[in-house]
């Protein structure tokens, strides 16, 4: 059944958008992320002007980090403390990532610089993120413990002043890197225009050492507060972010992040990271083709939006 | 005044000048089968039928060569950027671009026969028909000039503009029911932008343009699709918040339906 999507200003398949919102919506349920990093490219291919992808994206992540936040809730699995902690770092660093965004703009870098830092961004985290469940299968194998919480070894990031008990992450740390792990968030959501879930999930886990219980419950909460935030600051500056097309990714996305949360809750942490690891390794994969193979043409056109 | 609306009142007034004087007394009429093209939720493109007829008086004198007829559909006009990559440290970036100053956004040219068989080239370039010659004014810097046809950009442009169906020559896209009745089909695809377009009837005798009549119509949304573009077009901070509801509300929905616990 095609329809016409008012502010994209072209007809899509509905069943196209709904079963694409199901996908995305259950791998974000699963791990915990927005899904922006595979819906945008997703929107794109099938012809979606990238500013209006972008822009619509933002409302479908909202639902599905709400949809996915409220099961957590349930599970009491979401640390609230840590993430208005977070918030409030991510809130500088949004405003810090928009004056970059601007700037990159201005000297008209914008597009390769997106492009490098996918595959940088994606690729680093994609790596690590293989490897150390990788590491932790085979030492699960072999039969030794499991090593998720290791109480007593104490990095630096333990010395750091300011330290604050979150007690449903049971963890005691410093503000400092909560902060400054909101603000990479954020500053990075600003510039590469996405929720940064993905991004955030493992800098829970490896440098704050959440457990896995809460890091995906908590992480949606901060997708939920940015992404909502977004989609105001998107229709209310750029007029481009389409409701009816976010409407469909929403009722795909809610339905496929309730079974997302559900599969994620049943299997084992380190098979979850494994997963996500390769997930994020393919897409930035994906990227760096995109930008080292011979294009299918050198040409492409883009219209020149009048506010511009 | 700009060239361009100078040259198109020049061809009007030799246009008046060829259908005053008695050798060529022949009159074009011509009619959409709509001017007004609503774009509706289920909107996926539509097909215009354009019909005409050529009247002849006593005056007219038969043709040898019969009739053509050349009819030229512009859509809105929309900046718009074409970009070209290069590689660079074995990357593929933009390296170059060129800004198209108020292109078409849509471009049909329909006639009934290729268009070098009806008139002569030198005619053609100086009537401004078919892709080759249309003016395509791009901005380098601060100059805006028309590149030569065989411009790459220009070329690539036209072919991307094609590959969507936006601009097309079709030399089958009229056809004569009789010696002076004709019929034209004006395909718009679904991605055609909204708003005024210009169609341009041209009437060819022996190589020369004797006639030539105008029929404008009309793309605009209607209905839901008005309603939610006039929302984000003029309220775009309520439109937001409205959209970020809906979110909230669906996503609430959806876990209140599938509770198990």
Same mark, same amino acid.
């Given at each position: 059944m095609q329809?016409?999507l008012?502010?994209?200003?072209?007809?899509v398949?509905?069943?196209?958008?709904?079963a694409?919102?199901?996908a995305?919506?259950?791998?974000?349920?699963?791990?915990?992320?927005?899904?922006?990093?595979?819906m945008?490219?997703?929107?794109i291919?099938?012809?979606?002007?990238?500013?209006?992808?972008?822009?619509?994206?933002?409302?479908?992540i909202?639902a599905?980090?709400?949809?996915?936040?409220?099961?957590?809730? +349930?599970?009491?699995?979401?640390?609230?403390a =840590?993430?208005?902690m977070?918030?409030?770092?991510g809130i500088?660093g949004?405003?810090?990532g928009?004056?970059?965004?601007t700037?990159? +703009?201005?000297?008209?870098q914008?597009?390769?610089?997106?492009?490098?830092s996918?595959?940088?961004?994606?690729g680093?985290?994609?790596?690590?993120m293989v490897?150390e469940s990788?590491?932790?299968?085979?030492?699960?194998?072999q039969g030794?413990?499991?090593?998720?919480?290791?109480?007593?070894?104490?990095?630096w990031i333990?010395?750091?002043?300011f330290?604050l +008990?979150?007690?449903?992450?049971?963890?005691y740390?410093?503000a400092?890197?909560?902060?400054g792990?909101?603000?990479i968030?954020?500053?990075?959501?600003?510039?590469?225009?996405?929720?940064?879930?993905?991004?955030?999930v493992?800098?829970?886990?490896?440098?704050?050492?959440?457990?896995?219980a809460?890091v995906?419950?908590?992480?949606?909460?901060?997708?939920?507060?940015?992404?909502?935030?977004?989609?105001v600051?998107h229709?209310?500056?750029?007029?481009?972010?389409?409701?009816?097309l976010?409407?469909?990714?929403?009722?795909?996305?809610?339905?496929?992040a309730?079974f997302?949360a559900?599969?994620?809750?049943?299997?084992?942490?380190?098979?979850? +990271?494994?997963l996500l690891?390769l997930?994020?390794?393919?897409v930035?994969?994906?990227?760096?083709?995109d =930008?080292?193979?011979?294009?299918?043409?050198?040409?492409?056109?883009?219209?020149?939006d009048p506010e511009? | 005044?700009?060239?361009?609306?100078a040259f198109s009142l020049l061809?009007?007034?030799?246009?008046l000048a060829?259908?005053?004087?008695?050798?060529?007394?022949?009159?074009l009429?011509a009619?959409?089968?709509?001017h007004?093209?609503?774009?509706?939720s289920?909107?996926?493109?539509?097909?215009?039928?354009?019909?005409?007829?050529?009247e002849q008086?006593?005056?007219?004198r038969?043709r040898?060569?019969?009739?053509?007829i050349?009819?030229?559909v512009?859509?809105?006009?929309q900046t718009t950027?074409?970009?070209?990559?290069?590689?660079?440290?074995?990357?593929w970036?933009?390296?170059?671009?060129?800004?198209?100053?108020?292109?078409?956004?849509?471009?049909?040219?329909?006639?009934n026969?290729p268009?070098?068989?009806i008139t002569?080239?030198?005619?053609l370039?100086r009537?401004q028909?078919?892709?080759d010659n249309?003016p395509?004014?791009?901005?380098?810097?601060?100059n805006?000039?028309?590149?030569?046809?065989?411009?790459?950009?220009?070329?690539?442009?036209i072919?991307?503009?094609s590959?969507?169906?936006?601009?097309r020559e079709?030399?089958?896209?009229v056809t004569?029911?009789t010696p002076?009745?004709?019929?034209?089909?004006?395909p718009?695809?679904?991605?055609?932008?909204?708003?005024?377009?210009?169609?341009?009837?041209r009437?060819?005798?022996d190589?020369a343009?004797?006639a030539?009549?105008?029929?404008?119509?009309?793309v605009?949304?209607?209905?839901f699709?008005?309603?939610?573009?006039a929302a984000?077009?003029?309220? *775009?901070?309520?439109? *937001?918040?409205?959209?970020?509801?809906m979110a909230?509300?669906?996503g609430?929905?959806?876990?209140v339906?599938?509770?198990r616990?």
């Amino acid at each position: 059944m095609q329809i016409y999507l008012p502010i994209a200003d072209l007809p899509v398949n509905v069943f196209v958008i709904l079963a694409m919102g199901l996908a995305v919506g259950f791998i974000s349920g699963m791990f915990g992320i927005g899904g922006g990093f595979l819906m945008t490219p997703l929107l794109i291919f099938l012809g979606i002007s990238p500013a209006v992808a972008v822009a619509s994206v933002t409302g479908h992540i909202a639902a599905s980090s709400m949809s996915g936040a409220i099961s957590y809730w +349930r599970r009491r699995a979401i640390d609230l403390a =840590l993430a208005f902690m977070l918030l409030a770092g991510g809130i500088v660093g949004t405003a810090f990532g928009v004056w970059l965004f601007t700037l990159l +703009r201005a000297i008209g870098q914008l597009d390769i610089t997106i492009g490098i830092s996918y595959v940088l961004l994606l690729g680093i985290v994609g790596a690590l993120m293989v490897f150390e469940s990788v590491r932790a299968i085979l030492r699960a194998r072999q039969g030794k413990p499991v090593e998720l919480r290791r109480p007593g070894s104490h990095t630096w990031i333990h010395g750091l002043p300011f330290k604050l +008990r979150f007690k449903r992450s049971r963890i005691y740390v410093s503000a400092v890197p909560v902060w400054g792990i909101g603000f990479i968030i954020g500053f990075v959501g600003a510039v590469m225009g996405i929720g940064g879930g993905f991004l955030l999930v493992p800098m829970l886990i490896y440098v704050l050492r959440v457990p896995t219980a809460t890091v995906i419950g908590t992480s949606m909460v901060l997708t939920l507060v940015t992404m909502a935030s977004a989609t105001v600051m998107h229709a209310a500056t750029n007029h481009l972010v389409d409701a009816l097309l976010a409407l469909f990714l929403m009722v795909g996305g809610v339905i496929g992040a309730q079974f997302g949360a559900r599969a994620g809750q049943q299997m084992r942490g380190e098979r979850l +990271r494994l997963l996500l690891g390769l997930l994020v390794l393919a897409v930035g994969i994906r990227f760096a083709l995109d =930008l080292v193979l011979p294009p299918e043409t050198i040409y492409s056109i883009r219209p020149v939006d009048p506010e511009a | 005044m700009t060239p361009r609306a100078a040259f198109s009142l020049l061809v009007t007034l030799g246009a008046l000048a060829a259908s005053s004087a008695p050798a060529a007394a022949e009159r074009l009429v011509a009619s959409l089968s709509n001017h007004r093209v609503m774009v509706t939720s289920n909107f996926t493109g539509e097909e215009l039928v354009l019909f005409g007829g050529i009247e002849q008086d006593s005056a007219s004198r038969p043709r040898r060569g019969g009739y053509d007829i050349v009819v030229t559909v512009t859509g809105p006009r929309q900046t718009t950027v074409t970009f070209r990559k290069a590689r660079v440290l074995g990357i593929w970036v933009n390296a170059d671009s060129r800004v198209f100053e108020n292109a078409p956004a849509y471009l049909a040219v329909l006639s009934n026969r290729p268009l070098d068989a009806i008139t002569n080239t030198e005619t053609l370039r100086r009537l401004q028909l078919g892709l080759d010659n249309i003016p395509l004014p791009q901005r380098a810097s601060v100059n805006i000039a028309d590149a030569a046809s065989d411009d790459p950009f220009r070329l690539a442009f036209i072919k991307l503009k094609s590959d969507h169906g936006l601009y097309r020559e079709a030399s089958n896209g009229v056809t004569f029911l009789t010696p002076t009745l004709f019929r034209a089909s004006i395909p718009l695809p679904a991605e055609v932008p909204v708003g005024t377009y210009e169609v341009d009837v041209r009437l060819f005798a022996d190589g020369a343009q004797i006639a030539r009549t105008p029929s404008p119509f009309e793309v605009y949304k209607s209905g839901f699709e008005q309603i939610v573009t006039a929302a984000a077009r003029d309220h *775009g901070l309520l439109y *937001g918040l409205a959209t970020a509801m809906m979110a909230i509300a669906t996503g609430w929905f959806a876990s209140v339906v599938f509770r198990r616990d």
